[in-house]
């Protein structure tokens, strides 16, 4: 792939390519330092997401259950690793994507025995389904784009997001228009298979990050069924429709909603010592 960056530029993605890796390395080995910082020094913003999640986790100490739905790589820009490594806790991680998986997913938690990874996205049933992703490029950058629908990718190129992307890390576009998505089946389960095949008894955090697809999971997943105690979910790629029914969906359920930048928490009622979160 053709590069059209400085050599002062080369250099910064190289370093943040090492830190990337070093960081990576040190929590797939749960190393001890690693862990111990979250445990002992590190102090979220007071009223913000993080400081919600880390309260919340510690108020189930040893008893956490989370479902992810695209986990990507486990890492980058995911708001609950570090709460799982440092509260141990157990759930399903789901990546659609065998590459990121493989590469990424199943080696970060390896040594976290409650955790599951699985190769898979939620669906309606059980089967496989086409997901469409940057054709020229696997940077986590470029992975974290994928989706089911070929139109948000396309979106992606309109909005100048991938070209974005590309001009900062040096990559070219191809001129071949034909190589700027690709797609390949990945594997679907459906919510109740999820549930009976790891024996999930409760989910205290479905966390979703889905490309826009989140209304879709967050509709699948049956929530008057499956009733997680607490939902995260992405607003940055939805429409102001899709958000509204997002919003009105949950309400509905008895969920407190409040907005954290791009990301939506919400709640189950009553709230009691989390109340204070939801004050405007």
């Known amino acids: 792939m053709a590069t059209n960056s400085s050599p002062l530029q080369s250099l910064k993605r190289n370093l943040q390519q090492r830190w990337k890796m070093i960081r990576f390395n040190l929590s797939a080995s749960n190393n001890p330092l690693f862990i111990g910082f979250y445990r002992n020094f590190y102090n979220p913003k007071k009223g913000s997401l993080s400081d919600f999640l880390s309260q919340y986790s510690k ?3 040893g008893n956490f259950t989370v479902v992810q739905i695209g986990a990507n790589d486990g890492i980058t820009h995911d708001p609950i690793h570090k709460f799982i490594k440092r509260d141990d806790w157990k759930g399903v991680l789901l990546e659609p ?44 950058w470029a992975t974290g784009l994928a989706s089911f629908s070929k139109e948000k990718i396309e979106k992606a190129f309109e909005d100048g997001i991938v070209a974005s992307n590309c001009k900062r890390f040096g990559i070219e576009i191809p001129s071949d228009k034909s190589q700027w998505i ?6 679907v389960i459906a919510p109740a ?45 939805l429409n102001a429709a899709d958000y509204a029914s997002c919003l009105q969906l949950l309400e509905e359920q008895n969920y407190q909603l409040k907005k954290f930048g791009p990301n939506t928490l919400a709640l189950q009622k009553p709230l009691g010592e989390f109340a204070s979160f939801f004050n405007a």
């Open 59 to 61: 108020s189930k100490p």
């Open 97 to 140: 994507q065998p590459d990121v998986f493989n590469e990424f997913l199943t080696k970060i938690y390896a040594k976290n025995k409650g955790i599951h990874p699985l190769c898979a996205a939620i669906g309606e049933k059980d089967g496989t389904q086409p997901i469409y992703k940057i054709g020229f490029s696997s940077m986590r």
């Open 182 to 187: 690709s797609h390949e089946d990945v594997q």
């Open 193 to 237: 298979t999820l549930i009976k095949t790891y024996g999930l008894q409760h989910i205290d955090l479905l966390q979703i990050d889905a490309e826009g697809y989140d209304l879709e999971v967050i509709r699948i997943f049956d929530i008057p069924k499956t009733r997680p105690q607490a939902i995260i979910f992405e607003n940055v790629g």
